[in-house]
T-cell receptor, first 113, second 114 residues
């Protein structure tokens, strides 16, 4: 079945450091790919998405590129801030009309001032 | 600013008691999901509905959990009887449908069963 694997956390970085969180997926067909972010005490919210191969999703300085050849969707940010501390979830949704989403286990990011 | 709302935000109860959690999806969204989040298991899908009809509840313990959608503006998740292992944060999420598959999450209900 479809699945998402993302790097284990926690990831601890200093402010202004470069961030990469790895995500790979297994799916039949051509799913949509997402990154969601969860801040403490809140629900998940969409950070960015890509719907087809080679698409780049971007938002708030974060970006990820849909790589079908490596089945990956790694999240990157050039310079993290303390306010980026959160849990990040990679996810996929098969484009079969069901809208069901498969989430990764989440990666906790701590950014130190 | 349309949002998914959930009530209550926090619930503390004793083992054996009935717990009902409510969710109001964003108006016009036709698909509603219930998730449970714990440190050990992460985010688990419990059940979901399309146009108020249950599509999949295979993630839900059938003997004690039930999920319904009495109308388009209300989804409920009930646990009877509750057990300490049910302690978790329960999230509701809705999806617009019409080919748009981003999930919009509510703030969650934090349940503690003593």
């Amino acid at each position: 079945g479809d699945s998402v694997t993302q790097m284990e956390g926690p990831v601890t970085l200093s402010e202004e450091a470069f961030l990469t969180i790895n995500c790979t997926y297994t799916a039949t067909g051509y799913p949509s790919l997402f990154w969601y972010v969860q801040y403490p005490g809140e629900g998940l919210q969409l950070l960015l998405k890509a719907t087809k191969a080679d698409d780049k999703g971007s938002n708030k300085g974060f970006e990820a590129t849909y790589r079908k050849e490596t089945t990956s969707f790694h999240l990157e940010k050039g310079s993290v801030q303390v306010s980026d501390s959160a849990v990040y979830f990679c996810a996929l949704s098969p484009n079969t009309g069901g809208f069901k989403t498969i989430f990764g286990a989440g990666t906790r990011l701590f950014v130190k001032a | 600013d349309a949002r998914v709302t959930q009530t209550p935000r926090h619930k503390v109860t004793e083992m054996g008691q009935e717990v009902t959690m409510r969710c109001q999806p964003i108006l016009g969204h036709n698909t509603v999901f219930w998730y449970r989040q714990t440190m050990m298991q992460g985010l688990e899908l419990l059940a979901y509905f399309r146009n108020r009809a249950p599509l999949d509840d295979s993630g839900m313990p059938k003997d004690r959990f039930s999920a319904e959608m009495p109308d388009a503006t209300l989804a409920t998740l009930k646990i009877q009887p509750s057990e300490p292992r049910d302690s978790a944060v329960y999230f509701c999420a809705s999806v617009p449908g019409q080919g748009y598959n981003e999930q919009f999450f509510g703030p969650g209900t934090r349940l503690t069963v003593l």
